[in-house]
């Protein structure tokens, strides 16, 4: 999983980071993207997309990523940028974010996906990246990870909607609850059209 590094070190570049977002699906709260530089040549164990890992294991390596990356910075989007600008250009913003927040400059991007965010340095988009590069499986993580504390702890606040279980996603467990209880304000109004639209047709 080191081959576009190793690639983008060839070509001469000092510090490549890799970067992922999570939570573009969901029907609530924000999503977020990370950015990671890893040491050249370092290897992170059982590391992979972070959607074929399970939650134990994207905790420990989480820890492991943190401890040992060269600079990472985990980022976001609000509920109300995604309603304001739509889900795309807030987790293109989300991924920007990262990126600039790094504490030592990236000279180039790998970002996980077919579309990359207006940066100020080189970066390449590429498809399913957080299972061909260690450095966006790595962002993947972070995001992922970042991304379920969150909604956990909000489900504290919501506890009616069992974000903790769905962590916001449109399971049927999930649709039945807002059709019940309606939407709470980490709900985004523009994914709920077809629910509430069936609730009034219903």
Excluded: W
């Excluded at 795309?88 to 965010?117: C, H, W, Y």
């Excluded at 903790?164 to 709470?184: Q, S, V």
């Amino acid at each position: 999983m080191l081959e576009f590094e190793k690639m983008y070190s060839e070509k001469g570049y000092k510090a490549v980071c890799g970067v992922d977002e999570a939570g573009r699906g969901p029907l609530a709260g924000p999503v977020f993207a990370a950015a990671v530089i890893l040491p050249e040549g370092l290897v992170i164990e059982g590391i992979n997309d972070s959607k074929k890992l399970s939650e134990k294991k994207r905790e420990k390596l989480f820890d492991e990523i943190i401890e040992k990356a060269s600079a990472y910075c985990i980022a976001s989007a609000s509920v109300e940028e995604i309603e304001e600008m739509n889900i795309l250009q807030a987790d293109m913003l989300a991924m920007k974010r990262a990126v600039e927040g790094l504490s030592v400059k990236a000279d180039f991007a790998m970002i996980d996906g077919n579309k990359t965010p207006q940066l100020d340095i080189p970066c390449e988009a590429i498809v399913k990246g957080d299972a061909k590069s260690q450095s966006i499986a790595a962002a993947s993580i972070l995001a992922k990870v970042s991304r379920d504390r969150l909604i956990c702890s909000l489900a504290e606040k919501y506890p009616e909607y069992g974000f903790e279980k769905h962590k916001g996603y449109g399971t049927k467990a999930h649709r039945e609850a807002i059709l019940e209880y309606g939407p709470c304000e980490i709900h985004r109004m523009s994914f709920l059209k077809k629910i509430l639209a069936e609730k009034e047709n219903g």
